[in-house]
Nanobody, 121 residues
Framework: QVQLVESGGGLVQPGGSLTLSCAVS????????MGWYRQAPGKQRELVAH???????SYADSVKDRFTISIDNAQNTAYLQMISLKPEDTAGYYC???????????????WGPGTQVRVSS
């Protein structure tokens, strides 16, 4: 059974840093993409960062040059390094993993439970 376990959220002052992690547990899959969405109260969900194991990445304009996503293939874990955090980065951050199950020939997208990030002085 596949599960995504997220960690790393919390309260940080403006200008501070946090690193989120998202670990995929289970068997029989290959990761073809991972990333994070975020959603703040009263706002639309926003794709923050997306990455494939080969290294290709994409970011929302609002976080470019401040957020960095990476995937540790050996650990089936993605990381989102966030620096120069701003109050407007406050949101629930939700990890996802696109997995390929070769035995079934299926691609399935899984979601983590989310972690809260609050940027406030």
């Amino acid at each position: 059974q596949v599960q995504l376990v997220e960690s790393g959220g919390g309260l940080v002052q403006p200008g501070g840093s946090l690193t989120l992690s998202c670990a995929v547990s289970g068997r029989g899959f290959e990761i073809y993409a991972m990333g994070w969405y975020r959603q703040a109260p009263g706002k639309q969900r926003e794709l923050v960062a997306h990455s494939k194991p080969g290294g290709s990445t994409s970011y929302a304009d609002s976080v470019k040059d401040r957020f960095t996503i990476s995937i540790d293939n050996a650990q089936n874990t993605a990381y989102l390094q966030m620096i120069s955090l701003k109050p407007e980065d406050t949101a629930g951050y939700y990890c996802y993993a696109g997995l390929y199950f070769a035995d079934e020939g299926n691609y399935i997208k899984y979601w983590g439970p989310g972690t809260q990030v609050r940027v406030s002085s």
